[in-house]
């Protein structure tokens, strides 16, 4: 199948794509790397009247570190987040998640504002925002405004962008916290969207957890911050997560607190018990 016909316009400024929204509203799709609006278009799951190619838009590309910020624009590529210096040393995280994401001819095209405009509950990037508490910088007709990763995933395959509004950077503040993070994901296949994924981000003093983020994904419609575990682990020393007593304390306030939902070939039972599979794994990880 191919896509329905329609108009398209490459822009080169952040205004001039808030102009076209403003006169197409609804009519009107913004194309980043186009690895997953391309597919909807050849299947008629989409049909705009108007693509507004994004790519000429040069502040919305590379990655900056100022200060204690780091802000990846949000036409960077995944290839280029995971051979970024800044990245390998002020968010290693993010490079050690990035060979995940799909096959190298996708990360070479898709961007990391397409992944998490899109909101896809089983992408690898809205996860990692949530666990390093970026913050996502939107323009809008009324100027810029910012919402925290954890507020801009709402449901499934929405977040609060608004129709007349870009997402133009996210950004993540760098402390001098010591810190520990973990990632994984369990797929079929490698490159295949996961079953159930894990990503962690932990700040450390004087060895003692300070703060804490396990966020799920792919277990629900959107990615899922383990509150409650926030709780259970604070101030517990690092070395204290192989415990076998405080795994199943965590495990169980986990497997409490986040309700699962089922996918086309796995059930909510199932992934409910890959929570507390994944939670081990990561305490015992990051031990060591």
């Known amino acids: ?50 693509l507004i190619d994004l790519q000429g838009i040069a502040e919305l590309k590379g990655i900056t570190f100022e200060g204690s910020l780091v802000r990846i ?13 800044i990245i390998q040393e002020q968010l290693p995280l993010l490079t050690e998640a990035v060979p995940h994401i799909a096959h190298r001819a996708i990360r070479n095209l898709g961007t990391w504002g397409g992944s998490c405009v899109l909101g896809d509950p089983a992408a690898e990037w809205p996860a990692c925002a949530v666990a390093l508490d970026a913050m996502m910088v939107i323009a809008g007709p009324k100027g810029q405004r910012k919402v925290a990763a954890k507020d801009f995933f709402l449901d499934l395959y929405t977040t609060a962008l608004q129709a007349d ?78 415990n076998p007593s405080l795994i199943a304390q965590a495990q169980h306030s986990v497997q409490a607190e986040i309700q699962t939902l089922s996918d086309l070939t796995n059930s909510a039972e199932m992934k409910k018990h890959l929570l507390g599979v994944l939670l081990e794994r990561a305490m015992k990880k990051l031990v060591s």
Request: aromatic share 8%.
């Open 1 to 50: 199948m191919k896509a329905a016909a329609f108009n398209y316009q490459r822009v080169h400024s952040i205004q001039e794509a808030l102009a076209l929204l403003a006169n197409h509203g609804d009519n009107a799709k913004l194309i980043a790397g186009g690895q997953s609006l391309l597919p909807s278009l050849n299947m008629r799951l989409s049909n705009p009247e108007i």
């Open 73 to 85: 624009g949000a036409m960077t590529t995944h290839t280029e987040i995971q051979h970024s210096k």
């Open 165 to 242: 509004e870009i997402l133009v950077a996210s950004e993540f503040t760098i402390t001098s916290a010591k810190r520990v993070h973990y990632f994984e994901e369990l797929s079929r296949r490698h490159g295949d969207y996961a079953v159930t994924g894990l990503v962690c981000s932990l700040y450390l003093e004087q060895n003692k957890i300070t703060q804490s983020r396990f966020v799920y994904f792919s277990v629900a419609s959107i990615p899922l911050l383990a509150q409650g575990l926030q709780s259970v682990l604070h101030n517990q020393s690092i070395s204290d997560l192989s």
